[in-house]
């Protein structure tokens, strides 16, 4: 099996089974030496879309939290009194899984991915949205409290760094990188990830296969400084894409605006907020080198919309970035500019899109056919911010 891949998804994730997982078992005679890998570990920030093995997800866990004595139960990371207060949660493309060290397996909790949600919430969001797996480590400082008072904080902190170090070494011994990620709003990344008010959040540890290095680093420096606008609906976008999206843009050192058809904080329809200083009606193509359109159910106020569709005409005529993603392709459409184009979006909108000429993709989660690029939802964010990085670079 090529890639970690459960057996049964497809139900909603507030119905997913809690389906169990056994992982294989852990390697425990590597072909890199612990010196080599210390001496190799460095923190890596961007990541290929390649998904990450079975045996590789086995072996990062097994080195977090793995069992190295069943008698006692004690464990590959050090504990105060044995107490192991941590758990172990893998957020994958496929969803949401606990890992369990008494059978060294893994327990769905979701079948989603959720990792754009969870770099809304985060520093560093493209290497959160964009790692294979990002590894969240909880603690239950309940389990320290009787025993160790009001030292109780301080030795889960000191266990989640272990573990922490653990994972890191391990991946470089995979041939894989990694990146710690301690800045994130604790309640908002527990939200995400539907944690009871037992866990806390502790740290978020981003492991993946590293982009290529001169690619990416050659794209983000040709792009800074460039300028692209994010138009939101006026009620109802999807945060997700608009996070998503911009936090690689950020990161690229992308000037950002965001416009809509009315100015000031927008509710977007999972409640979160953002804040758009630009009417639409005021916008000038002139002033930027990406117009991007991010979808949600408000996106359809802008379908046929006179001023909308000059803004995307112009866009055109002027050899700009052009972007929308989610249901935002179909406001395109109506602006008669894909004819012929290859162009995805969420899954919804495909046959207005082929209605419109566009060459329709169902398979890829991104397309960038010169200057267009479309992207099919929340998932898509971060490749989707990559691949405007990239345009405006000129690559």
């Given at each position: 099996m090529a890639c970690f891949v459960p057996?049964?998804?497809?139900?909603?994730?507030?119905r997913a089974p809690q389906m169990i997982i056994q992982l294989t078992d852990p390697n425990l005679e590597g072909d890199m030496s612990l010196e080599e890998a210390l001496a190799k570990r460095r923190s890596v920030r961007q990541f290929s879309s390649q998904p990450l093995k079975r045996s590789q997800i086995s072996q990062l866990a097994w080195a977090g939290q793995g069992i190295t004595e069943p008698q006692r139960g004690l464990r590959t990371?050090?504990?105060?009194?044995?107490?192991?207060?941590?758990?172990?949660?893998?957020?994958?493309?496929?969803?949401?899984?606990?890992?369990?060290?008494?059978?060294?397996?893994?327990?769905?909790?979701?079948?989603?991915?959720?990792?754009?949600?969870?770099?809304?919430?985060?520093?560093?969001?493209?290497?959160?949205?964009?790692?294979?797996?990002?590894?969240?480590?909880?603690?239950?400082?309940?389990?320290?409290?009787?025993?160790?008072?009001?030292?109780?904080?301080?030795?889960?902190?000191?266990e989640a760094g272990h573990i922490a170090q653990n994972i890191q070494l391990q991946a470089v011994s995979l041939g894989l990188g990694s990146v710690t990620v301690g800045g994130f709003n604790t309640k908002e990344v527990r939200n995400v990830c539907k944690l009871t008010r037992t866990l806390e959040p502790l740290y978020i540890i981003c492991v993946g296969y590293p982009a290529s290095e001169g690619t990416t680093e050659t794209s983000t420096a040709s792009a800074a400084g460039k300028k692209a606008a994010l138009i939101i609906a006026s009620q109802s976008f999807q945060e997700e894409e608009l996070f998503g999206t911009k936090s690689v843009l950020d990161a690229?050192?992308?000037?950002?605006?965001?416009?809509?058809?009315?100015t000031g904080v927008i509710q977007g329809m999972l409640g979160n907020m953002a804040e758009a200083s630009i009417p639409v009606n005021r916008l000038q193509v002139d002033d930027f080198d990406a117009i991007i359109f991010i979808g949600g159910p408000g996106a359809a106020e802008y379908v046929n919309n006179p001023t909308i569709k000059?803004?995307?005409?112009?866009?055109?005529?002027?050899?700009?970035?052009?972007?929308?993603?989610?249901?935002?392709?179909?406001?395109?459409?109506?602006?008669?500019?894909?004819?012929?184009?290859?162009?995805?979006?969420?899954?919804?909108?495909?046959?207005?899109?082929?209605?419109?000429?566009?060459i329709y993709d169902t398979i890829s989660p991104v397309q960038r056919d010169r200057q267009i690029i479309t992207a099919t939802g929340p998932q898509a964010a971060a490749q989707f911010g990559r691949l405007i990085v990239d345009a405006l670079a000129g690559r």
């Amino acid at each position: 099996m090529a890639c970690f891949v459960p057996l049964c998804l497809g139900r909603s994730r507030s119905r997913a089974p809690q389906m169990i997982i056994q992982l294989t078992d852990p390697n425990l005679e590597g072909d890199m030496s612990l010196e080599e890998a210390l001496a190799k570990r460095r923190s890596v920030r961007q990541f290929s879309s390649q998904p990450l093995k079975r045996s590789q997800i086995s072996q990062l866990a097994w080195a977090g939290q793995g069992i190295t004595e069943p008698q006692r139960g004690l464990r590959t990371a050090p504990s105060a009194g044995a107490t192991y207060p941590i758990e172990l949660l893998f957020v994958t493309p496929e969803g949401v899984f606990v890992y369990r060290p008494a059978d060294h397996s893994l327990m769905q909790l979701g079948n989603q991915d959720i990792r754009n949600g969870l770099a809304a919430a985060a520093s560093m969001a493209e290497s959160v949205a964009g790692a294979g797996c990002d590894i969240i480590v909880a603690g239950a400082i309940r389990k320290l409290t009787d025993q160790y008072k009001d030292k109780a904080r301080t030795y889960m902190h000191m266990e989640a760094g272990h573990i922490a170090q653990n994972i890191q070494l391990q991946a470089v011994s995979l041939g894989l990188g990694s990146v710690t990620v301690g800045g994130f709003n604790t309640k908002e990344v527990r939200n995400v990830c539907k944690l009871t008010r037992t866990l806390e959040p502790l740290y978020i540890i981003c492991v993946g296969y590293p982009a290529s290095e001169g690619t990416t680093e050659t794209s983000t420096a040709s792009a800074a400084g460039k300028k692209a606008a994010l138009i939101i609906a006026s009620q109802s976008f999807q945060e997700e894409e608009l996070f998503g999206t911009k936090s690689v843009l950020d990161a690229a050192q992308v000037q950002t605006a965001i416009a809509s058809s009315r100015t000031g904080v927008i509710q977007g329809m999972l409640g979160n907020m953002a804040e758009a200083s630009i009417p639409v009606n005021r916008l000038q193509v002139d002033d930027f080198d990406a117009i991007i359109f991010i979808g949600g159910p408000g996106a359809a106020e802008y379908v046929n919309n006179p001023t909308i569709k000059n803004i995307v005409n112009d866009t055109i005529r002027k050899g700009k970035v052009l972007a929308a993603i989610g249901v935002a392709p179909t406001i395109l459409a109506s602006a008669n500019v894909l004819a012929g184009v290859q162009v995805t979006s969420y899954f919804t909108e495909q046959e207005i899109l082929r209605q419109a000429g566009a060459i329709y993709d169902t398979i890829s989660p991104v397309q960038r056919d010169r200057q267009i690029i479309t992207a099919t939802g929340p998932q898509a964010a971060a490749q989707f911010g990559r691949l405007i990085v990239d345009a405006l670079a000129g690559r």
